[in-house]
């Protein structure tokens, strides 16, 4: 099955610098790759996805990049603020499943 | 708003009971999903549900079973609980077909003694 490796395990910045994290993915037939960030004590939510006939999509503060070609996605924050402060997770989807990365927990220092 | 409800936050349970965790979505999705989450290793897909009735094992089925016997309704089974299934137990549900957002409910955190 798919195997999705994501760097770095802990981040931690200050606050308004930028944060990315990066993910590298195995199964050429992924074509949707979802971030979530997951506060404590809660379920993962949805923060912004792309598609594999996209390298690049932004929301506000949020990007995310693609490239099929090398199989690897990262995700961008711009102008951290202490609430960024959680654990994010990449995925990639093959035939309806998703494949999650193994997290990285984001600090961000006032 | 999706919702995906578990319906037990916080259990404890002995050494070789029976453990039912109940998943209740109310979006009509085709798809159902359990994962467990353990901290440095991400969340590992148990089982994966594509219509009722139907289920595919996913990388850590054994120790595990599941029932769909109404659409919105997903349900994991410890037959029987051992200490090594202590985890956070994540449902999750999304549209069929290739590129749907996947949901997630707040999680059960499982403990066995």
């Known amino acids: 099955g798919e195997n999705v490796e994501q760097h770095p395990s802990t981040l931690s910045v200050q606050e308004g610098d930028s944060a990315v994290i990066k993910c590298t993915y195995s199964?050429?037939?992924?074509?949707?790759f979802p971030w979530y960030k997951q506060e404590l004590g809660k379920g993962p939510q949805l923060i912004i996805d792309?598609?594999?006939?996209?390298g690049e999509k932004k929301d506000q503060r949020i990007a995310v990049t693609l490239n099929k070609t090398a199989k690897h996605f990262s995700l961008h924050i711009t102008e951290t603020q202490p609430e960024d402060s959680a654990v994010y997770f990449c995925?990639?989807?093959?035939?309806?499943?998703?494949?999650f990365g193994s997290g990285t927990k984001l600090n961000v220092k006032p | 708003d999706v919702k995906v409800t578990q319906s037990s936050r916080y259990l404890v349970k002995r050494t070789g009971e029976k453990v039912f965790l109940e998943c209740v979505q109310d979006?009509?999705?085709?798809?159902m999903f359990w994962y467990r989450q353990d901290p440095g290793l991400g969340l590992r897909l148990i089982y994966f549900?594509?219509?009722?009735?139907?289920?595919e094992k996913g990388d850590i089925p054994e120790g595990y079973s599941v029932s769909r016997e109404k659409k919105e309704r997903f349900s994991l089974i410890l037959e029987s609980a051992s200490t090594n299934q202590t985890s956070m137990y994540l449902c999750?549900?999304?549209?069929?077909?290739?590129?749907?957002?996947?949901?997630f409910g707040e999680g059960s955190w499982l403990t066995v003694v």
């Open positions: 979006m009509d999705h085709e798809n």
């Open positions: 549900s594509y219509d009722v009735k139907m289920k």
């Open positions: 995925a990639a989807e093959v035939f309806n499943k998703f494949y």
């Open positions: 999750a549900s999304s549209y069929g077909g290739a590129g749907n957002t996947i949901y």
């Open positions: 792309i598609r594999s006939n996209v």
């Open positions: 199964d050429s037939a992924s074509n949707y």
